[in-house]
């Protein structure tokens, strides 16, 4: 069963660098979703990308956060310069479409720790 | 904005009891989508049911049902027959309807529910 696959599983930086975290959404879905889920706390969403652009994003998503699909296979975020509240679980999402409803799904997520 | 609220932080069961999640959102949106989504230790966030808010008739998938109430705006998550691998975190979760855009999914602070054998 095709699933959507993230990497690393788990990022270790210092304050002030720069991260990229990797998915590979499932192949014949064209909309993508990234969340985050700082420790004990709920997962939110920062943005969704379609057609190689950002389609809807949060208040979470600032300047410091960017995002591509630099090939057919992999979505990316990058966080530019990471601060201590970066600290969370990053989880990927994608589904077939965004018209109507359409399930979307999970990948494992990447635990970032910012120093 | 929609919010979402899960009063139960943590929830303790034993094994084959019946245990019901509480979930209320605030919304001014007619058409709407909820969720219950599970997450287990293993972090992976897996669907377990939606609703459609526009559908009258409640939801179910196997020993999963909910209790979907539009006016009220409550949508909670009945398990039966309670099971050791249903211990998780459970979120309640809204989707706006999708107006061209790909909107996120809104998330509740979650339940962890634990079943004790």
């Known amino acids: 069963e095709p699933e959507v696959t993230q990497t690393p599983s788990h990022q270790v930086t210092q304050m002030g660098q720069e991260v990229i975290l990797r998915c590979v959404p499932i192949s014949n879905h064209l909309y993508f979703y990234w969340y985050r889920q700082i420790l004990g706390q709920k997962v939110e969403f920062l943005v969704s990308f379609y057609n190689n652009e950002i389609s809807e994003k949060s208040e979470i998503f600032d300047d410091q956060f960017s995002v591509e699909r630099p090939d057919g296979s992999n979505f990316t975020l990058k966080i530019r310069s990471t601060k201590l509240e970066d600290s969370a679980m990053y989880f990927c999402?994608?589904?077939?479409?965004?018209?109507?409803?359409?399930?979307?799904?999970f990948g494992p997520g990447t635990r970032l720790t910012v120093l | 904005a929609q919010t979402v609220t899960q009063s139960q932080p943590e929830m303790s069961v034993q094994e084959a009891e019946t245990v019901t999640l509480s979930c209320t959102y605030d919304?001014?949106?007619?058409?709407?989508?909820l969720f219950w989504y599970k997450q287990p230790p293993s972090r992976q966030m897996i669907l377990v049911i939606r609703?459609?808010?526009?559908?009258?008739q409640n939801a179910t998938e196997n020993r999963f049902s909910v209790n979907f109430q539009k006016a009220a705006k409550s949508f909670s998550l009945k398990i039966s027959d309670s099971q050791l691998g249903d211990t998780a975190m459970y979120f309640c979760?809204?989707?706006?309807?999708?107006?061209?855009?790909?909107?996120?999914?809104?998330f509740g602070k979650g339940t962890h529910l634990i079943i004790q054998p």
């Open positions: 609703q459609e808010a526009y559908k009258q």
């Open positions: 979760a809204f989707m706006k309807h999708p107006g061209g855009g790909a909107d996120g999914l809104t």
């Open positions: 999402a994608s589904s077939p479409r965004g018209q109507g409803y359409n399930e979307q799904f």
């Open positions: 919304t001014s949106e007619n058409n709407y989508y």
